[in-house]
């Protein structure tokens, strides 16, 4: 079985989050757990990045605010 996992980590190049449920757990506490998991690979940001398509003009545009703000949090220390 490790075998095949190792397997499918190379040919897919990343781990899928996942949480095996208990015969007798509460599927709120599973939800609790899944919900940790999620936020410790860090999906969610990368799942509210690519929510839309981005034209690289709204990308440079994006990077240009960031590297403004940035720049106006330096000199207002």
Do not use: C, W, Y
């Not at 075998?3 to 897919?12: C, E, P």
């Not at 990077?63 to 106006?72: C, N, P, S």
């Amino acid at each position: 079985m490790l075998d095949q996992f190792k397997q499918l980590v190379s040919l897919v190049g990343e781990i899928m989050t996942q949480v095996v449920v208990g015969e007798n757990e509460h599927i709120e506490s599973a939800l609790r757990r899944f919900k940790r998991e999620v936020s410790k690979a860090g999906i969610f940001p990368d799942m509210k990045k690519h929510r839309h398509f981005e034209t690289p003009l709204e990308k440079r545009k994006r990077k240009e605010v960031a590297k403004h703000r940035q720049g106006k949090r330096r000199f207002s220390r």
